[in-house]
């Protein structure tokens, strides 16, 4: 049965919309119709085979370890035979750099339909790794791509396929990147993977709010799904799982965009500006990310508006979760900014996603508003709930016992700041 398909957000209807009621955006919706059934038509379906589980073996536990440990802090300590990651990520914020660099020592096969095989030899060489492991093909059609895959079988470990966006499929009459061929592209490339003990890395677009492209079941068909954040012209870049089916998805990695590198950055400072000044507007968040602690420099502005209402505007952490702070703080601080536009970032281009930055948040906020700065190489961790109250966070006695290595005087938590209203502690 045909339906209508919105390309930017998956949202689906039996009838066609000119604006699409889940993600807002203008003339999205495409015909979507279900590709047939792969085989013969005319044969009747077979019944299902079923197995006892106990006579299944069991998955190996041994991992495909890249050369990059940051990426492979990120997928739970390198890959799994039969496993497919879809890596997703902005225009231009390096996941084709980031793969080259990842899988320089795994024999690779590299299917783009967006880049030449002179362009990737030319970014491979620009950043200095070896390529001879690798083999290139810029062919778009699945069922042509695994056949050829079938026949060099065993001179590969890793798939890449760059992008998911630019595959079709024969037996789909959408156009390429609609939703129906990406559906059956990234179904068929599920399916050789697992039958052949194989890894895939799929690499997908993103849509305007950031999400990535496609239906929302591609990224219930992969294994694994990888975000690359950060900002273009920003050099930091980290890497989040936003699913893991063998690992964790608390762990991120952090790299940085050098002139002719992606390179590794290992410490808990990486994302803080070493040379700033004690300024009024500027926090440290301490959080913890999986098994690492990480500090993120949170900077607040608060001015009075030139508008009716006043603006509010963030970037690197959740626009609602602002405005919930910010009321919590009339309540509790008797502090109204209904007359001000506060403006908070949080420095590099990454976010700070973890509840546990909102003392941090809070704290940079009333030091620009009392035009006071908060004391140097200090840091905050705590959650702010609508009762004003702060509370712990996991990891927060670990981050505590470690902040003298981590060269920091103090880090503020819930025993010590047990509700906002006593926020001005902070200052002394």
């Given at each position: 049965m045909a339906q209508y398909v919105c390309n930017e957000c998956g949202y689906g209807s039996?009838?066609?919309?000119?604006?699409?009621p889940s993600c807002g955006n203008w003339n999205t919706f495409v015909k979507f119709q279900e590709s047939k059934k792969r085989g013969k038509s005319s044969e009747l379906s077979k019944p299902a085979e079923f197995t006892p589980l106990s006579s299944l073996g069991s998955l190996s536990k041994s991992r495909i370890a890249t050369d990059v440990h940051e990426f492979d802090r990120v997928v739970g300590g390198g890959f799994i035979s039969g496993e497919v990651v879809?890596?997703?990520?902005?225009?231009?914020?390096?996941?084709?750099?980031?793969?080259?660099?990842?899988l320089s020592k795994l024999r690779t096969m590299y299917i783009s339909g967006e880049e030449s095989g002179q362009q990737i030899k030319q970014r491979a060489e620009r950043i200095n790794i070896h390529f001879k492991n690798f083999l290139f093909s810029n062919e778009i059609c699945i069922e042509s791509v695994l056949a050829g895959l079938n026949e060099k079988n065993d001179s590969y470990d890793v798939i890449v396929f760059d992008s998911i966006q630019t595959l079709y499929s024969e037996e789909v009459e959408s156009p390429v990147g609609s939703v129906a061929q990406i559906k059956e592209a990234t179904s068929r490339i599920a399916d050789y993977i697992k039958s052949n003990h194989k890894v895939a890395i799929i690499i997908g677009h993103v849509t305007k709010g950031g999400d990535i492209a496609g239906p929302k079941t591609l990224e219930h068909i992969v294994d694994c799904v990888l975000y690359l954040e950060g900002e273009r012209f920003s050099s930091f870049r980290v890497l989040r799982a936003q699913k893991n089916r063998f690992g964790s998805v608390d762990e991120v990695g952090i790299f940085e965009m050098v002139e002719n590198d992606l390179k590794e950055m290992g410490t808990p400072t990486a994302l803080l500006n070493q040379q700033a000044l004690s300024v009024p507007g500027r926090s440290i968040a301490g959080l913890i990310e999986g098994s690492r602690i990480l500090f993120y420099e949170i900077q607040s502005l608060v001015v009075p508006t030139a508008f009716p209402i006043p603006r509010r505007v963030v970037t690197g952490i959740d626009f609602n979760r602002l405005q919930l702070?910010?009321?919590?703080?009339?309540?509790?601080?008797?502090?109204?900014?209904d007359t001000n536009d506060v403006y908070v970032n949080v420095v590099g281009g990454v976010s700070a996603k973890s509840p546990a930055a909102d003392l941090a948040i809070v704290?940079?906020?009333?030091?620009?508003?009392k035009n006071r700065a908060l004391p140097e190489k200090t840091a905050y961790i705590g959650e702010i709930g609508l009762l004003g109250e702060v509370?712990?966070?996991?990891?927060?006695?670990?981050?505590?016992?470690?902040?003298?290595r981590f060269g920091m005087k103090k880090i503020y938590s819930s025993k010590d700041i047990r509700n906002i209203s006593n926020i001005s502690l902070l200052f002394n």
């Open positions: 039996a009838s066609w919309y000119g604006k699409c879809l890596l997703s990520g902005e225009p231009g914020v390096g996941k084709s750099t980031l793969l080259l660099k990842a702070l910010l009321a919590v703080m009339k309540k509790y601080l008797k502090i109204s900014l704290a940079s906020i009333v030091s620009s508003i509370r712990s966070m996991q990891g927060e006695e670990k981050l505590i016992k470690t902040e003298k």
